[in-house]
Nanobody, 124 residues
Framework: VQLQASGGGLVQAGGSLRLSCAASGRTFNLYTRAWFRQAPGKEREFVAG??????IIPYADSVKGRFTISRDKSTVYLQMNSLRPEDTAVYFCAADYRRKVGSAWSTSNGYDYWGQGTQVTVSS
């Protein structure tokens, strides 16, 4: 499985961006898709996830009400609204064949496949 992330850029606070993550290869039964982010000097953190049926959609508290994750076939999107300077980070998409329960969604080493990352910079 290969993941290709795109859509990052520079935006002013309060603005919006939409990230995309296209999967290729053996995408059948790729149950779990997610977005993580990593700011300079900080650990990688979970942003949002989505199950294959879109029935389970967990979000980090810091982005609830502002970010929306969705999926269409093999592509996953992250719509980011009301962006803040603290959202500045490299955003990574991740995928796994295994189902996630509870805190497993936010455990980065539980994902087998990662995209290359896309930079999001929010200016104040």
């Amino acid at each position: 499985v290969q993941l290709q992330a795109s859509g990052g850029g520079l935006v002013q606070a309060g603005g919006s961006l939409r990230l995309s993550c296209a999967a290729s290869g053996r995408t059948f039964n790729l149950y779990t898709r997610a977005w993580f982010r990593q700011a300079p000097g900080k650990e990688r953190e979970f942003v949002a996830g989505i199950s294959s049926s879109s029935g389970i959609i967990p979000y980090a508290d810091s982005v609830k009400g502002r970010f929306t994750i969705s999926r269409d076939k093999s592509t996953v999107y992250l719509q980011m609204n009301s962006l803040r300077p603290e959202d500045t980070a490299v955003y990574f998409c991740a995928a796994d064949y295994r189902r996630k329960v509870g805190s497993a969604w936010s455990t980065s080493n539980g994902y087998d496949y990662w995209g290359q990352g896309t930079q999001v910079t929010v200016s104040s």
